[in-house]
């Protein structure tokens, strides 16, 4: 890890998240959990479909960040892209 983070800017996603969106998703918050104390912000309200493989990224992401004594919010209204969250358990990660 290097030096203690500060809040990045939000992270907004919109339309389809597919496998390709996945892959540099994963990336971007790859870069952002390999400091100390983390605390990043993903924003779904534009998103219409939610990959699986998008999904796997936003549990790992709230694993590094929890393991990193950082944070992690992700802002989705209701809708499918909120159940598939909460079905994931990143129900807690909501706001």
């Given at each position: 890890m290097t030096a203690t983070g500060t809040?990045?800017?939000?992270?907004?996603?919109?339309?389809?998240?597919?496998?390709?969106?996945?892959?540099?998703?994963?990336?971007?918050?790859?870069?952002?959990?390999?400091?100390?104390?983390?605390?990043i912000s993903i924003d779904l309200t534009q998103v219409s479909q939610l990959h699986l493989a998008a999904v796997n990224c936003l549990v790992v992401a709230a694993v590094e960040t929890t393991a990193a004594a950082g944070s992690l919010s992700i802002v989705a209204t209701p809708g499918p892209v909120h159940d598939l969250l909460e079905l994931a358990g990143l129900g807690g990660w909501i706001r």
């Open positions: 809040a990045s800017p939000p992270i907004r996603l919109h339309g389809s998240v597919g496998v390709p969106e996945s892959l540099d998703l994963r990336i971007r918050l790859s870069q952002l959990t390999a400091v100390l104390r983390p605390h």
